[in-house]
């Protein structure tokens, strides 16, 4: 796990785009994060990734942390919410881990995942 993700679990305070901080909530927990992480370190396929739900940027964190040392990571989030419901923290956390290759779709996954899923399996593994 990385500094800046020890961090967030310690504090257990995040800050927005809007700049008000808030008490992180809703988050995995730091084992189900190095699960995960795990996932990604052990098969050395894996370099495009795709997540539904990223709200204060825990999970996207331990994915992109375990990406980052892949040839061309790329790490597709889905969430509508991100600005409206969860300030842009998980974006901004992102961003503060100097991550560059994510994007974000503001879409509902019900709508965007099928074409997420081909986009994926056609274009990238
Ligand atoms: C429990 S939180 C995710 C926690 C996050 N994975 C983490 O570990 O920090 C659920 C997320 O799903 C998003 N969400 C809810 N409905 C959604 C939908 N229909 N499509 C995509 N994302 C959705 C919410 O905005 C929220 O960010």
Known sequence: MNSQI???????KVTGKSGVEITLH????PDEG???HR?????????K???VGCAYGLSSLH???????RSNPQHI????????KWDGVGIR????AGIDFFRLIEKNQSLLCPSCLAWVRGRLI
């Open 6 to 12: 020890q961090s967030i679990y310690k504090t257990r």
């Open 26 to 29: 809703s988050e995995i927990d």
């Open 34 to 36: 190095a699960f995960i």
């Open 39 to 47: 996932i990604i370190s052990q098969d050395a396929n894996i370099s």
């Open 49 to 51: 990734t795709l997540e």
């Open 63 to 69: 994915i992109c942390d375990a990406l980052s040392s």
């Open 77 to 84: 989030i889905v969430d509508p919410f991100q600005y409206s």
């Open 93 to 96: 956390n992102l961003e503060e």
